[in-house]
């Protein structure tokens, strides 16, 4: 016997049904393809003016870019007298909207959390994983290299 036979409608409709959802989640499950951005890093270490490399005075230090699933991910901190007093997300993954609606609110977290742990020791944003990561590695690589 034929398993489509004409005398079982029902089995057609299920098999027709249950390959148009397999069809359908394996095309929602592809990302488009976007080429990769290429990001100019600015120099590991950039102190300021009148920086001594002491921990007194004002530095301003780039991060390593961070190369994740998404896209770079690079910080730039600001330490004055030692402590972190700012830090700015200078490449992140911004290709596409929902890239965009993710870091509108991750990025202002995270760089609230650094600035309150005062370390790269932040906790991941949910939905933010990536970026998250990312950020925090590219954080610590500057708090390294400026001596914090």
Do not use: F
Not at 45 to 73: C, F, I, L, N, Y
Not at 114 to 119: D, G, H, M
């Amino acid at each position: 016997m034929h398993a489509l036979k004409k005398t079982r409608p029902l089995r057609r409709i299920v098999l027709a049904s249950a390959a148009t959802v397999s069809g359908m989640v394996l095309l929602l499950s592809l990302k488009p393809h976007t080429t990769p951005q290429v990001a100019v890093a600015a120099p590991s270490a950039a102190p300021s003016a009148g920086s001594t490399g002491s921990a007194t005075g004002t530095k301003t230090v780039d991060g390593e870019s961070v190369q994740t699933r998404w896209g770079p991910v690079q910080v730039r901190v600001t330490l004055e007298n030692g402590r972190l007093t700012d830090v700015t997300a200078v490449v992140y993954p911004a290709d596409n909207p929902r890239d965009q609606e993710i870091n509108s609110y991750a990025l202002p977290r995270l760089r609230s959390e650094a600035l309150t742990a005062q370390s790269a020791d932040i906790d991941t944003v949910s939905g933010a994983t990536y970026t998250s990561d990312g950020y925090r590695q590219s954080l610590q690589s500057a708090l390294d290299s400026a001596g914090g």
